[in-house]
């Protein structure tokens, strides 16, 4: 398999602390890669700064062959959008739109049909098993309700890779585990990249690689 | 986008309603004021355009000695006869129709006295006005207004006596209030002439030639006033510094050329309202309009940081973010703007059922200013339907102005949309 991901000497450092130190990794296409650690680890500022959705301020990153550290923030939006999905751990669904409108916002700024945008996310939502719930608010599902509707919106562009940072965090053991499920099949069935932080030593286990990282630097893999 | 922006708009309808209350009350303001400006105009203008001439030529002159005989008002100066003939030939000009204006002192009363030539226009309108008799067949005959006809007992074909001169009632005209030059009696120009010439007072006061006149109506093109007008400030040689003034400041022996301009600004004073005043309201209505929504746009978008940091997550460029932010604000623009407009139409559909006083300038008015018995005569106050319309051009550019305020809305939050990074706002929210 081929490295989707090169990161080379990352650093990055918050307010005083040195988040990331000087992290090097490869994800290969089809990897299930866990990053495992700590509250405070620097396991979400790693993924964020994997996922372009932050700057690091050291290091290189080359995602499918693009160094995307060298991109301003609204050329890592547009790699963003057509590159990548992202699952959050508080889902971060806009309350004001509808399932069906939340899956589809990738696409907004697009411009393309409201038809075209409504039936790839209604094909979305149904790989996630949400058809039922389409126009439904953020605030009239339940908490891995909502987690399917971020994946559903992870996946509307059909990314190269899909970050998850905690993503059963706020789900009880088995709505997590069913979440969990979905990210496996996922990878399995369809041979979507994923990388994914949790802290959980359970999940940990089902991924097919695990990086464990520790005050911003990589112990073992 | 705009399916979004409409629900965003309707799912935070009370924080929008602010910004398209206020977007509403500022097109009213806009709109009214500006209504008001053009409404006013016109109605200074309405009292001119009863004349239904161009041009009105009057000349300041003394003040009579003593209240005695046949006398011209000093606004009414007389004005020679040969003026008549140039004035006409100048180019652009359509008619020239003139008349003496008298106020006649006799012993026991006061009477204005108005010569004019029948066949011209101005002598045909007060012709068309007549309710009884016929208009005067010989020098002797006069008309007689129906108020002062009422008031003096006067009946047709009754003698009366016009500063030692018999007179005979040929008819009765009903011209009050439709005219700014109405008088109390209308006799043939030669008539006017002939008891201006024989006028002691008069003679001692300002000297009349036989064919004297003492106001000059000029009917020309209605594009070609101004330079018509330029003309006969050329032609009507102004005096010089040196001479008198009249008892309201004016200059003894210049010429007053009125056109339906130099009317209005001289009657618009009256209201109050300018068009420096209506520009410094409007400016101070978009300058604070534009304040209000920008700290109502600040907070709005400050309450929805989280929401433009998920957006930017998932791919949205600070572009597209802002493209969404203007379709919004001028979504609510929009439908302020026609909030704003459905209201002055109702506004000023209202005003237009209202009535407006205009009060015609003592130069212009055609009774004597010492006759303190009626005060109201001196300054007669005309009634209209206040003339106020709605502008549709001037609402079109309200549309621009406030489009063009949403834009700068917009640019002026565009730092802050710029500014905000993914990471960041959902590390902290």
Same mark, same amino acid.
């Given at each position: 398999m081929n490295e989707i991901i090169i990161a080379r000497n990352l650093s990055k450092t918050l307010g005083s602390v040195k988040a990331i130190n000087a992290v090097s990794l490869d994800v290969k296409e089809g990897d299930f890669l866990v990053i495992q650690g700590s509250s405070g680890s620097g396991k979400t500022t790693l993924l964020s700064l994997l996922s372009g959705l932050d700057k690091a301020d050291a290091g290189e990153i080359k995602f499918g062959g693009e160094d995307?550290?060298?991109?301003?923030e609204d050329d890592l939006a547009l790699f963003r959008r057509k590159n990548v999905g992202i699952v959050f751990q508080s889902y971060n669904?806009?309350?004001?739109?509808?399932v069906l409108e939340n899956i589809a916002l990738p696409l907004f700024p697009e411009g393309s049909s409201k038809e075209k945008m409504f039936e790839r996310a209604k094909a979305a939502a149904e790989s996630v098993g949400l058809s039922h719930r389409l126009n439904h608010y953020p605030n009239e599902l339940s908490g891995g309700e909502q987690q399917r509707v971020g994946l559903a919106r992870a996946l509307i562009n059909n990314p190269k890779v899909i970050f998850a940072d905690e993503p059963t965090g706020n789900l009880d053991t088995e709505t997590g585990q069913k979440m969990m499920n979905l990210f496996k099949s996922l990878n399995k069935q369809k041979g979507l990249t994923i990388v994914m932080v949790t802290h959980d030593d359970g999940l940990a286990k089902e991924a097919d690689r695990l990086i464990k990282i520790k005050d911003g630097v990589v112990t073992n893999e | 986008m705009i399916g979004y922006a409409l629900k965003e708009l309707r799912k935070r309808k009370r924080k929008y309603l602010l910004n398209i209350m206020v977007i509403g009350l500022v097109v009213v303001l806009l709109i009214t004021l500006n209504s008001l400006g053009v409404a006013f105009k016109e109605a200074s203008r309405l009292p001119f355009e009863n004349i239904h001439s161009s041009i009105i030529i009057q000349r300041n002159g003394n003040v009579p000695? @003593?209240?005695?005989?046949a006398v011209t008002p000093c606004s009414l100066a007389p004005i020679k006869g040969e003026f008549i003939l140039q004035i006409g030939k100048i180019e652009g000009v359509k008619e020239v129709s003139y008349g003496l204006f008298l106020w006649v002192f006799d012993k026991d009363s006061f009477k204005r006295v108005l010569g004019m030539n029948w066949n011209d226009d101005r002598g045909k309108r007060i012709g068309s006005e007549l309710i009884e008799g016929s208009l005067p067949q010989s020098d002797e005959d006069a008309l007689v207004e129906r108020a002062y006809a009422q008031q003096h007992g006067l009946k047709l074909n009754q003698k009366m006596r016009l500063s030692g001169t018999d007179f005979t009632v040929s008819g009765i005209v009903e011209t009050t209030g439709k005219d700014i030059l109405s008088s109390d009696l209308y006799v043939n120009l030669n008539s006017a002439q002939s008891l201006a010439y024989s006028s002691k007072n008069l003679q001692e006061t300002e000297k009349f030639a036989k064919n004297d006149v003492n106001i000059i109506f000029v009917d020309s093109d209605q594009t070609r006033v101004k330079d018509v007008t330029g003309k006969l400030k050329t032609l009507l040689n102004p005096p010089t510094s040196s001479a008198g003034k009249t008892p309201t400041g004016q200059i003894t022996g210049a010429y007053n050329i009125y056109t339906p301009e130099s009317f209005e600004s001289q009657i618009s004073s009256l209201f109050l309202i300018s068009d420096k005043l209506i520009l410094v309201l409007s400016l101070v209505v978009l300058v604070g309009a534009l304040l209000v929504i920008i700290k109502s746009m600040s907070h709005t978008l400050l309450e929805r940081r989280k929401e433009f940091g998920i957006m930017k997550a998932v791919g949205f460029r600070s572009r597209d973010i802002r493209r969404e932010i203007t379709i919004e604000t001028i979504l609510q623009a929009i439908i302020g703007y026609c909030i704003g407009v459905a209201l002055s139409l109702v506004a000023i559909f209202a005003l237009a059922k209202t009535t407006v006083s205009i009060a015609i300038p003592w130069e212009m008015s +055609?009774? +004597?200013?010492? &006759?303190?018995? @009626? +005060? @109201? &005569?001196?300054?007669p106050v005309q009634t209209y339907l206040? +003339?106020?319309?709605?502008e549709a051009m001037y609402s079109v550019e309200v549309l621009i102005a406030i489009l063009v305020l949403s834009l700068l809305t917009v640019s002026v939050l565009a730092r802050y949309i710029n500014g905000l990074k993914a990471m960041e706002v959902l590390r902290y929210e």
């Open positions: 995307i550290t060298s991109m301003n669904l806009i309350p004001t739109l509808n | 000695e @003593n209240t005695s005989g +055609p009774y +004597p200013h010492f &006759l303190t018995s @009626n +005060p @109201n &005569l001196i300054a206040f +003339p106020i319309k709605f």
